[in-house]
């Protein structure tokens, strides 16, 4: 079985952009960052593949603008709390392996599933919120 994701970018003031991504079958659906394909992890391969697209995506972002700052958050599946989601917790894991702490500093709020992943070359995190209107 084959399942067709879709990678959204959203790019904000000051070189910050959120990337999230759903199944294609949930394009219309209000809660489509939320649902998932029901299918054990092992057959879809889900984690590897999508993540892996879209840390390649932020990377290729990072060369074209070294500027660049990225957030997201890991949206609760049905039933599952706002807080240290299944799916904040892999994408963590992930971020935090695959970005240098040198470049980037690492903020992350765990009762609202939600990760900063911050240019140090904008100045660190002292001035974050004298660029940030969030």
């Known amino acids: ?11 904000f003031d000051n070189d910050l952009y959120a990337i999230k991504y759903f199944d294609k079958n949930h394009s219309l659906s209000s809660n489509k960052f939320n649902l998932t394909n029901h299918l054990p992890l092992k057959k879809t391969h889900f984690p590897t593949r999508i993540m892996a697209t879209c840390v390649l995506i932020m990377f290729k972002i990072y060369q074209t603008n070294p500027n660049v700052s990225f957030v997201f ?16 917790r892999i994408y963590s894991y ?11 500093s690492h903020r992350f709020d765990v009762d609202n599933s939600c990760y900063l992943l911050f240019n140090n070359a904008r100045g660190g995190l002292k001035n974050l919120f004298q660029i940030s209107n969030y």
Not at 1 to 11: N, Y
Not at 96 to 103: C, M, P, V
């Open 73 to 88: 958050t890991g949206s609760p599946s049905k039933g599952e709390s706002k807080s240290d989601t299944r799916r904040f």
């Open 1 to 11: 079985m084959i399942f067709d994701w879709l990678i959204e970018l959203k790019q």
């Open 94 to 104: 992930l971020v935090w392996n695959k970005f240098g702490r040198i470049t980037f």
